[in-house]
């Protein structure tokens, strides 16, 4: 396995936060009021997978208008990690196993993603939680490189869940989708919706502005397969997996 520096700070800052977070030893500043208190309970709850709980924390510092939250980006990009874990993105799974498959297809790539999401309902609450990652990220005028990197892969997973909802799901040990459906069945408000995520997932890339490799390397492939933007490319591609 081989993960460049780069790719080892991103993985730190996603899953610690240590990058902005002053309490990193876990220990409390002792008013739990505070906004450093509720930053710290919320990086302990991340780390201990308890992702509704760092949402319900980090909804008194950012409010429930996630397209205009009123926190600080740093804190956005904590906020959008807590939904992200609360949809299922497992990411530091998801790095290494990336690290470990060359990036040879956007096929092969796409099912790196899909087999992680092969059990949910694509109407239930998943689905809005990622949704709710991605405007939490899309908010954030000015994002920085780890920033950008964080968007691409949440747009990634959002892609892959949305196009999910369109082939009951993925097997869980092939990715492949379980149905594939007609050109006809996709709408032309699907196509707008997967070239949504696909535009994102290249803004996402171009601000990390690192080397395609490892997860960056993945995303980079599914962009590039999906950015034909008709029905046909859409079916052709999840026929491919």
């Known amino acids: 396995m081989r ?6 700070a991103w993985i730190g800052f996603l899953l610690t936060t240590a990058l902005f977070l002053g309490g990193a030893d876990g220990h409390g500043c002792g008013d739990d009021s505070t906004k450093e208190a509720k ?3 919320a990086r302990i709850d991340l780390d201990k997978g308890n992702y509704a709980d760092a949402v319900d924390t980090l909804k008194e510092l950012c409010g429930t208008n996630l397209a205009a939250p009123t926190c600080d980006p740093e804190i956005v990009s904590l906020y959008a990690s807590a939904y992200s874990g609360k949809a299922g993105l497992d990411v ?8 470990n498959e060359p990036a040879t297809s956007g096929n092969a790539s796409y099912a790196l993603f899909s087999k992680h999401f092969s059990t ?3 109407t239930g609450q998943n689905v809005i939680d ?27 997973v959002d892609l892959v869940v949305f196009l999910g909802s369109l082939t009951d799901g993925y097997n869980a040990t092939t990715g492949k989708p379980n149905a594939i459906p007609s050109i ?5 408000q699907n196509v707008s919706r997967v070239l949504t995520d696909v ?4 803004t996402g890339l171009t601000e990390a502005n690192i080397n395609n490799e490892n997860i960056a390397g993945h995303i980079k492939q599914i962009q590039q397969s999906l950015s034909g933007g008709s029905a046909l490319t ?8």
Not at 3 to 8: A, E, G, I
Not at 92 to 97: A, H, M, R, T, V
Not at 184 to 188: E, F
Not at 234 to 241: E, K, P, S
């Open 3 to 8: 993960f460049n520096l780069r790719m080892v």
């Open 39 to 41: 930053i710290e309970k």
């Open 92 to 99: 530091f799974n998801l790095i290494k196993e990336a690290a």
């Open 120 to 122: 949910f309902d694509p």
């Open 130 to 156: 990622i949704g709710n990652a991605v405007s939490l990220l899309t908010s954030i005028t000015s994002r920085t490189p780890d920033q950008g990197l964080q968007f691409a892969l949440v747009s990634t």
């Open 184 to 188: 006809s069945a996709v709408t032309a």
């Open 199 to 202: 535009g994102d997932m290249d």
């Open 234 to 241: 859409i079916v052709n591609f999840l026929n491919g997996i």
